[in-house]
């Protein structure tokens, strides 16, 4: 069980998606306040717009058409969390904006380094297995045949939602480890499902490529981002690492040391993004 404060202040981008409204919906149980920007309110249920802790900026044209005093405010919290992904679509696979994800973590690490709060702010951000660690560690676990390693290199160049995925990674490791306002973490799962909560494994580098993936579960990627946020334990363990989420059902966690817990949070829908 997470140990709960009630007094974390949350910055959450993606809130309507998949990932992002298990993140939400965990955020507030726990006493969390948190500020949202969304295009449309209308992706919010009822119950969500009236929640006291609850603070939603809506912006049809997306918080990158945000102005930098605007980021350098909302980064003024003890966590920021991004669950962006691209839409899957034509649009959003292959449209502007293209690097979504990786100019949004620059604009907040930008806008953190002008706040220059007294203590580093969370950045938690959701990204892939399908993106190594820039560090080359998850060739101590994984070792990718010839066919899988001409696969990515082909996402690499022809869609542009895995190179955002990439840049992210990489921006991570090469600037924000220099950054001494913000620590990170990002979150690797494998292939996104839907269902109640169950079992989770958390591991520090890779446990299968993409032609063997397991499965992870929105709403386990959504408690373990919580669990980050709310819990000082489980976020020294994982700060400024990439770690790989698996459902107990697909992990070989027995064998493979990873950290396990255990969830009873509701289940959420899911939407037309594919986190």
């Known amino acids: 069980m997470a140990s709960i404060a009630t007094t974390h202040k949350v910055f959450l981008l993606g809130a309507t998606g998949g990932i992002g409204s298990q993140v939400l919906k965990r955020l507030l149980d726990r006493g969390c306040k948190v500020t949202i920007i969304v ?16 603070t939603v900026i ?9 102005t930098d005093e605007t980021f350098q405010k909302h980064v003024q919290c003890d966590a920021i969390v991004q669950c962006l992904g691209h839409n899957l679509s034509f649009k959003g696979l292959f449209g502007h904006p293209r690097r979504l994800c990786a100019d949004t973590v620059k604009r907040l ?25 820039p560090d080359g560690e998850d060739r101590k676990t994984l070792r990718r045949g010839c066919c899988e390693l001409c696969v990515l290199c082909f996402l690499k160049y022809c869609l542009l939602s895995h190179a955002d995925n990439i840049d992210t990674l990489v ?9 001494p306002y913000v620590d990170f973490c990002a979150v690797r799962p494998s292939d ?11 591991h520090e580098t890779l446990q299968n490529g993409i032609f063997n993936s397991g499965t992870t579960l929105r ?18 363990k994982w700060k400024n690492t990439y770690p790989h989420i698996l459902d107990v059902k697909t992990a070989e966690h027995d064998h493979r040391g990873g950290t396990t817990n255990s969830n009873t949070a509701d289940d959420a829908g899911n939407e037309k993004k594919d986190r």
């Not at 950045?123 to 399908?130: F, K, M, Q, R, S």
């Not at 709403?219 to 020294?236: C, I, K, P, Q, R």
Request: charged share 20%.
């Open 219 to 236: 709403s386990n990627v959504g408690e373990f981002m919580a669990n980050l946020v709310t819990d000082s334990g489980v976020w020294n």
């Open 192 to 202: 996104l499902i839907d269902g109640l909560p169950t079992e989770f494994t958390v």
């Open 109 to 133: 690490c930008d806008a953190v380094m002008v706040v220059a709060p007294r203590n580093p702010i969370k950045l938690i951000v959701i990204n892939t297995e399908g993106v190594e660690r």
């Open 58 to 66: 809506e912006e049809p044209s997306g918080h990158l058409s945000l």
């Open 39 to 54: 295009r449309n309110t209308e992706r919010l249920s009822t119950e969500m717009k009236d929640h006291p802790s609850l």
């Open 171 to 179: 921006y991570l490791h090469n600037e924000v480890q220099n950054n």
